[in-house]
C-alpha cells in the first residue's frame, strides 16, 4: 500500500529509488566490566580506534570533488581535530582503567557529558559543537562496534541512485552523498535555512526536511518517491503513482533544459520594461553558476558563509581576495557584497566569538548589529570590500538595518577606512554605493528615511516576513503562518519601494519570495525592477517577466493592496495567471 508522507521541501526535484536509512544516532552500546588483565588490550583499543576514525575522515577529505566548497574541507578539519585532541578519550581512558569499563561504554559516557554540557547552555552556536562531538565519537564507536564505515562515505558509487535518510545530515554528508550520486535525501530535522539545506539547493539535490515519521514507516531498500517541491515522499508507490511520476520528473527535466534558451535574452517584459534580473550567492562554486544563467550580476552575495565551519574568521587579505576573483569572474557586472549576516541561526566558529546565551537569537545581536559591537570583526570585511570597490562594479550592503544610528555608524567607518587607504597610497572606488537590506518592519515603515541616507535598497522578506509575522523562520512548527501573500507584507514591501521610487534610487528584492514565481507578477506589480534570485530559479524567472504586460498588472496592485488577507491575494493572483506558471 502507498504511503505518503509530509514534510517540508527545500530543494526541488523529483527522484525515484531504493532507500537507503542511516541510523546515526542509535548505536547499540554494550555496558560489561573488563578484567584487570585486559585493561591495557582495551585502552589499546580505544587508541586504535580513533587513529581509524582519523584515517576515514582523510580518506573523505582526498574524496571531496575539485570545486567543492573550501567550507566543507574545513568542516571535515574541524572533526579531524577533534580526533586530534588528547582530551576527547582522557576521561574513556580513565574510566577503562581505573572502574575497568568496556571503551565503547567509556566513550559514551564522555559524549553523553560533553552533550549534557553544550545543551544546558542552550545557544545555537554551541548546538553545532554538540552536533560534532556526536558525530565524532559516533564514528569512533562505529569502528569500535565493527560496524563498517557509514555506506555512503566509501569512495565507490554502490549508493549511486539511492534516496537517502537520516535524523540530521552534516554538509560534509551533503557533499559526498552528491558526488556518489545519491538521488535524494530526507531528514527528520532541520530547517529550510540550515547549511545543509542551502548546501542541497547549491548542489542541486531534491531534498526534504522536517519528515519526524520517517524512521517508523520505511525500511532499507523501499522503493521511494521523493517531490523535493512539495516536500512529499511515497513509500511502496503502486504502479500508477510511479508513472505519474516519472513523467513528471521526464517533464521537469525537459522544462529546465528548455529554459537555457532563455540564457541570453534581455529580461523585458512584453511591453519593453527592462528588468534587473540578479543572483544571489553563498558559496564560491555559485559564481560559475551565476554565469551560466546569464544573470545581470549579483544582488546578494551572502559573505558569513565564507565564515563557516572554521576556527578562525577570515583575515582582510583572505577576503580580499576571494572578493576579487568574485569580481573578476563577473566581470563588468555589480557585485553586492552583503557585510557579514552572522548570529540567530547563522552562528559560525569563524565569527571569532563565543555563542551568546540570547534567548531569542533572531532578535538578539545578529548582523549589523554585532558588526558595530565587534569592529575587529567588521572593519577587515570593510576593508576587503573597499579595496576590492577597485576592480570592479562592487556594491556594500548592510543587512538587518532597524536605526538610521546603524547606517550613520557604518558610513563613519567606510570614510574612516577610506582616510586610511589613502593615506597608504591603496586603491578604491571613492564613490562605492552603499545600500542597505530592508528587512525588519521598523526599516520598512521608515524606509523613506533610510532611503534619503543610502544609494540603494534591498527588500530581504525571509526576514521581513519572519519579523513582520512574529515567527521563527526556522521553526518548521511554525511555518503554515509564513505568507509572503499577508497583507501587513504586501503593504511593506509596497511601500518601500515607493519611498525608493520617491527617493530616486533603486529598490531590489533579494529575498526568497523575488525567486518564486508565483509572486513574480505581483512584484512586478507592486513596481519592482530588480530581482536577486538563486540561479536555479533565474531563468524561470525571467521566463515570467519576458510574458508580462505591465498594463494589466496595474488593476492586479489594486487589487491585491485592497485584499484582506493572503488567501485573497492567492486568489486574485490566480485569476491573473500566466501559462508559463502552469509548473509551479
Ligand atoms: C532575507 O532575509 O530575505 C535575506 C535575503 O537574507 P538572509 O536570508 O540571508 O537572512
Ligand atoms: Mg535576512
Known sequence: MTIALHGLGISRGIAIGPAHIIERDQLEIPEYEIDLERVTDETQRLQDAVLAA??????????????????IAALIDAHMLMLDDASLIHEPLRLIREERRNAEWALKAQRDALVRTFEEMDDAYLRTR????????????????????????????????????????TPADT??????GIA??????????????????????????????????????????????QGVVLADPDAASLEFYQARREQDQRYYSGLIRLKDA????????????????ELTRDFDHVLQVGADGIGLYRTEFLFMNRAEPPDEEEQY???????????????????????????????GRQGSL??????????????????????????AILRASAAGDVRLMIPMLSNLHEVDQVLGMVDDIKRDLNGAGIEFNPDLPIGGMIEVPAAAVCADLFAKRLDFLSIGTNDLIQYTMAIDRVNDEVNYLYDPLHPAVLRLVHGTIAAGLAADIPVAMCGEMAGDIRYVRLLLALGLRCFSVHPA??????????????????????????????????????????PAEATS
Not at 321 to 349: C, F, N
Not at 363 to 377: D, F, H, I, W, Y
Not at 552 to 578: N, T
Open 130 to 169: 554538540r552536533d560534532d562531538v556526536v558525530h565524532v565519537v559516533n564514528r569512533i564507536q562505529r569502528i569500535l562496534l565493527n560496524h563498517s564505515p557509514l555506506r555512503h562515505e566509501q569512495p565507490d558509487s554502490r549508493l549511486a541512485g539511492y534516496i537517502i535518510f537520516a535524523d540530521d545530515l
Open 175 to 180: 557533499v559526498l552523498m552528491q558526488h556518489h
Open 537 to 578: 530559479s533565474l531563468l524561470e524567472v525571467k521566463q515570467i517577466i519576458m510574458e508580462c504586460e505591465m498594463g494589466p498588472l496595474q488593476e492586479l496592485a489594486r487589487r491585491a493592496l485592497a485584499a484582506q488577507s493572503g488567501a485573497a491575494v492567492a486568489a486574485i493572483l490566480d485569476e491573473f495567471r500566466l
Open 54 to 71: 582519523q584515517d576515514q575522515l582523510r580518506a573523505i577529505r582526498r574524496h571531496i570533488p575539485a570545486g567543492t566548497a573550501a567550507e
Open 321 to 351: 581576495r576571494t572578493y576579487l576573483r568574485a569580481i573578476q569572474m563577473l566581470g563588468r557586472m555589480p557585485v553586492t557584497i552583503r557585510t557579514l549576516d552572522l548570529g540567530a541561526d547563522k552562528e559560525v566558529d569563524g565569527g
Open 266 to 281: 534581455t529580461a523585458r517584459t512584453r511591453d519593453g520594461v527592462r528588468i534587473q534580473l540578479q543572483a544571489n550567492v
Open 184 to 229: 535524494a535525501f530526507v531528514t527528520e530535522y532541520g530547517g529550510p535555512t540550515s547549511h545543509t539545506s542551502i548546501l542541497a539547493r547549491s548542489l542541486g539535490i531534491p531534498a526534504i526536511v522536517g519528515l519526524h515519521q520517517a524512521h517508523t514507516y520505511l525500511r532499507d531498500e523501499d522503493v521511494i518517491i521523493v517531490d523535493g517541491a
Open 358 to 383: 540570547a534567548a531569542n537569537p533572531a532578535l538578539g545581536l545578529r548582523a549589523v548589529r554585532l558588526c558595530l559591537k565587534e569592529p575587529a570583526l567588521f572593519r577587515p570585511q570593510l576593508r
